[in-house]
């Protein structure tokens, strides 16, 4: 064993006992430039994440709005038809009313002058008559 052992000490340096190997860590291979690079583009991936985020949200509340006020907005249309209908109807019956009214008050007011002028001829006769006499 000692043949070995001579063997293996005259192939191995002897310089290798003092020797420190040199380790490199990667943080510590980075200059200060790369840091900064990497910290900025790490900040805006999470941005753009939260922002990504935060547009899906308002779109999602958009369409719940959308989904909310279309019933709403089709009920508020079919409540403004039935009302200008109705209004319609009641202008029309109210103009129906008006022009059985007018034409009452046109038929009375006929009566009436055609009893006025009956009435004045009578006069006349009568004051004739008695001019007579």
Do not use: H, W, Y
């Amino acid at each position: 064993m000692s043949m070995l052992r001579n063997a293996l000490a005259s192939t191995t340096p002897a310089v290798r006992a003092g020797t420190r190997a040199f380790r490199v860590s990667p943080a510590a291979s980075k200059s200060a430039t790369e840091k900064v690079k990497e910290v900025a583009s790490d900040v805006n991936i999470k941005v753009g994440r939260t922002l990504a985020s935060a547009i899906e949200k308002g779109e999602e509340a958009t369409e719940a709005t959308k989904e909310t006020l279309a019933p709403a907005a089709q009920k508020a249309k079919e409540v403004t038809g039935q009302a200008s209908q109705k209004a319609s109807q009641a202008t029309g019956q109210a103009s129906q009313k008006a022009s059985q009214a007018t034409g009452q008050a046109s038929q009375k007011a006929n009566q009436t002058s055609a009893g006025v002028k009956e009435g004045a001829r009578d006069f006349k006769e009568d004051v004739k008559k008695e001019a007579r006499k």
